[in-house]
């Protein structure tokens, strides 16, 4: 078991530890003024754990209101905020009561966001069930939903009142599901280097529950030092920004993860375009993501990908605030200007 705490706005731990589903109830009970749960989850996340959560909360005393909601991006949507909100005002919850999030990084933060604004803003907890959601999109109370002009467009931040991550829910997670939360680890890896870089040395000798530590550990320093992303948190953006340019032209057919490891490889042939980088970097950090089953190959022209990061919510004005990789655990924040992306990106890809 291992514990990290976070203290933001919110103060918080992040308890990792096996088999921890079948004590949310009692854990929680001993956090939460109020006995009333709304648990918002998935089908397919419900079908293998709705049910153990729903009962080690009744067993602590719980009355417990289950939504489950359609797997994907696409519930990450203004019309299932909606739902979620009217489920919570439905099932009355009040100010004491709290909402509990099972799934990946699409149910974190839908329902992270609804809690921030039901009631103007009400307690929940994250329970990650993906290796993405639990290294990070569960940590740092950042909370949204997709726009039909991008992702994550609408949100707040809210921290959770705790964050419990069963590292044997790993072992359900298909190979891609689990690759894209791999991206994440190497986004921290690359951001930090060591120790990680030296975890993740070998896929069949790695010890999952320290490397979800971590992270989640890389992620509390940042957070602490910059909730509100303002500064030093953009860093956590790197491989993101056009990772999410290139979710946006698939249309979302193209995972988080995948985007993401693309993305973070861009940004390291940037780096060595413009200079920051020494050659070979960027092959460096392509080896790694395909040794753990991610693409790194980016489908769109550069030209694409410039008009979709117009909409990007980093943008400030003309200038868009790229992460950028100078060696392996040293990034930096390298603003660009928007009418200069085009032909940046066009000589790279």
């Known amino acids: 078991m291992a514990t990290v705490t976070v203290k933001a706005s919110t103060e918080y731990n992040v308890i990792i530890e096996e088999g ?39 067993e602590a005393g719980f009355t417990v209101f289950r939504l489950v909601l359609p797997p994907g991006e696409e519930t990450k949507c203004l019309p299932r905020f909606g739902e979620v909100l009217e489920f919570l005002a439905k099932h009355k919850l009040t100010r004491t009561d ?16 609804a809690s921030a604004v039901y009631l103007r803003g009400i307690r929940y907890v994250q329970i990650p069930t993906t290796l993405l959601a639990a290294v990070d999109s569960s940590v740092g109370g950042k909370t949204a939903i997709d726009l039909e002009g991008g992702k994550n467009l609408a949100g707040a931040f809210h ?5 419990y991550c069963d590292p044997l829910v790993l072992k359900s997670l298909s190979p891609r599901v689990f690759s894209d939360g791999c991206a994440e680890v190497i986004k921290y890896a690359v951001l930090k280097g060591e120790p990680l870089l030296s975890l993740l040395a ?14 989640v550990s890389i992620k509390r320093d940042i957070v602490e030092e910059d909730e509100f992303d303002t500064g030093m948190r953009m860093l956590l953006n790197l491989g993101h920004t056009v ?49 753990y089953g991610l693409p790194t190959d980016s489908p769109y022209p550069g030209e694409l990908l410039a008009d979709s ?36 990106f066009d000589t790279i890809l």
């Open 309 to 344: 990061l117009l909409s990007d919510k980093k943008r400030a004005g003309d200038t868009l605030h790229l992460i950028l990789p100078k060696e392996l655990g040293d990034c930096v924040i390298y603003p660009v200007a928007i009418e200069e992306l085009s032909a940046i």
């Open 243 to 291: 990772g999410h340019a290139i979710e946006k032209q698939s249309r979302f057919a193209i995972s988080h993860g995948s985007a993401v490891a693309m993305g973070t490889v861009i940004a390291a042939r940037v780096s060595e375009k413009l200079g920051l980088c020494r050659k070979g970097l960027a092959e460096e950090i392509k080896e790694l993501l395909t040794k």
């Open 202 to 215: 070998d896929p069949q000798k790695a010890d999952w529950t320290e490397i979800i530590t971590e992270c």
């Open 20 to 58: 921890i589903l079948g004590r949310i109830g009692s854990l929680a009970g001993e956090l939460l003024p109020g006995k009333v749960a709304a648990l918002i989850t998935e089908e397919r996340v419900n079908a293998l754990y709705g049910d153990r959560v729903e009962h080690s909360l009744t």
């Open 159 to 163: 921290q959770p009142a705790a964050v």
């Open 98 to 113: 709290a909402v509990f999030a099972l799934g990946g990084g699409v149910i974190g933060d839908l329902a992270g966001f």
